[in-house]
C-alpha cells in the first residue's frame, strides 16, 4: 500500500474440513455453501474450505515494524486439540523476515485464543513476551471483558461446551496476556485512533466486546484487515451466518453488514485474517449480496 509493505506469515495452512467449518458457522449448511458459486474452486472443494486458516501479518512502514495478531503460539495447553501443545517453525520463518526484536508494535484485533498466541513464549518455564521492544496495542474494553471472564468461574457457560473449546478464555489470559501486563507492555488504543502514521483501527464489534478491523493507508492507496469480522469468505455473500464463538451474533451480523457496504465496490484491498491463499481480494456487489474477487496472496 504507497511505501508500505504488508507480508504474511502463515501459521497454519491447511484447507479446514467441511464438517469442522459447518460447526464453528452452525447456520450454515452444505447445500447453501455450495450455491455460492463463485467460492469453487478457489476457496470451496468438495470436503474442505480454504478457510480457518491462521497467519500473521507484519506491516512495515518508514518508521515501524507492526504486527496484526499474533495466531496460536507454541507450547499452549489449550482444549481444543487442533491448537494444543502446537509445534511449529513459524517463530523461524517469522524471523528471517523480521527479528523480533526489531517489533516495535503488536497489534491483537482481539484477544481469541488463535489471535494472541505469539505475544508470549516460554523461556525458563515462565512465559514472557516474544516482542520485548514492543508495544502492545489493545482495546481496553476488550481486555477488560477477558481479564473479567477469566476470574469468573461461571462465564464459560455462556458458551456450548465446544464453542467455550475454541475460546479457551482462563488458559489464553494466563499464559498469552497477564504476562504482557506484569511486563508492563500493553497500550491501550480504541476505535478511531491512529496507532501509528497510516494505520487505523474501525470498530467491528460483534464477534468480540471490543474488536476492531485495520485500516492501512498510504499515497493514495488502502487496504483493511478483517480480523474475525470474516471467518470465511462465504460470509461475504452471506454475512447473516453467525459463528460459534460471538460473544453478541446480532452485533457481528450487523457489524459484517455494515463493513461489506462500506467497503464494497471500492478500491480498498480486504484481507482475511481466517481467509487461505490468496488471503486478500476486493469486495464487489453481486445482485442483493456481495462476492470477493482474489487478487494476492
Not at 475454541?166 to 501486563?181: G, I, K, M, W
Not at 476492531?212 to 452471506?238: F, K, N, P, W
Request: some cysteine.
Amino acid at each position: 500500500m504507497g511505501d508500505i509493505s504488508i507480508t504474511k506469515i502463515e501459521e497454519t495452512m491447511e484447507w479446514a474440513s467441511l464438517e469442522l467449518f459447518l460447526r464453528v458457522l452452525p447456520a450454515a449448511t452444505r447445500e447453501e455453501i455450495a450455491a455460492v458459486g463463485w467460492l469453487k474452486p478457489t476457496y470451496l472443494d468438495e470436503d474442505r474450505v480454504n478457510a480457518l486458516l491462521v497467519h500473521s501479518l507484519l506491516v512495515e512502514t518508514d518508521e515501524h515494524r507492526i504486527v496484526i495478531d499474533t495466531g496460536i503460539g507454541n507450547g499452549k495447553k489449550r482444549l481444543m486439540p487442533l491448537l494444543d501443545n502446537l509445534d511449529t517453525d513459524f517463530m523461524d520463518r517469522f524471523e528471517r523476515i523480521c527479528p523480533r526484536d526489531e517489533v516495535d508494535v503488536v497489534l491483537c484485533t482481539h484477544l481469541h485464543v488463535d489471535h494472541v498466541g505469539w505475544n508470549t513464549t516460554l523461556v525458563d518455564g515462565r512465559w514472557q513476551p516474544t516482542f520485548p521492544h514492543a508495544r502492545y496495542c489493545f482495546v481496553r474494553q476488550e481486555y477488560d471483558h477477558w481479564k473479567a471472564f477469566a476470574q469468573d468461574p461461571l462465564a464459560s457457560r455462556a458458551y456450548s461446551e465446544w464453542g467455550y473449546s475454541l475460546v479457551d478464555a482462563v488458559a489464553v489470559f494466563e499464559d498469552s496476556l497477564a504476562p504482557v501486563e506484569d511486563a508492563g507492555l500493553i497500550s491501550w488504543v480504541e476505535s478511531g485512533q491512529v496507532v501509528v502514521p497510516g494505520i487505523s483501527l474501525i470498530s467491528t464489534a460483534g464477534h468480540t466486546p471490543g474488536h476492531v478491523s485495520v485500516m492501512i493507508e498510504d499515497a493514495g492507496e488502502s487496504a483493511v484487515v478483517t480480523g474475525d469480522l470474516l471467518h470465511s469468505q462465504v460470509q461475504v455473500a452471506r454475512p447473516d451466518w453467525l459463528v460459534e464463538m460471538d460473544t453478541d451474533a446480532e452485533a457481528a451480523v450487523a457489524a459484517r453488514k455494515r463493513f461489506l457496504e462500506r467497503f464494497a465496490d471500492s478500491s480498498t484491498l480486504v484481507i482475511g485474517t481466517h481467509f487461505g491463499t490468496p488471503a486478500a481480494g476486493r469486495i464487489v456487489r453481486d445482485g442483493a449480496t456481495y462476492r470477493l474477487i482474489p487478487e494476492l496472496t
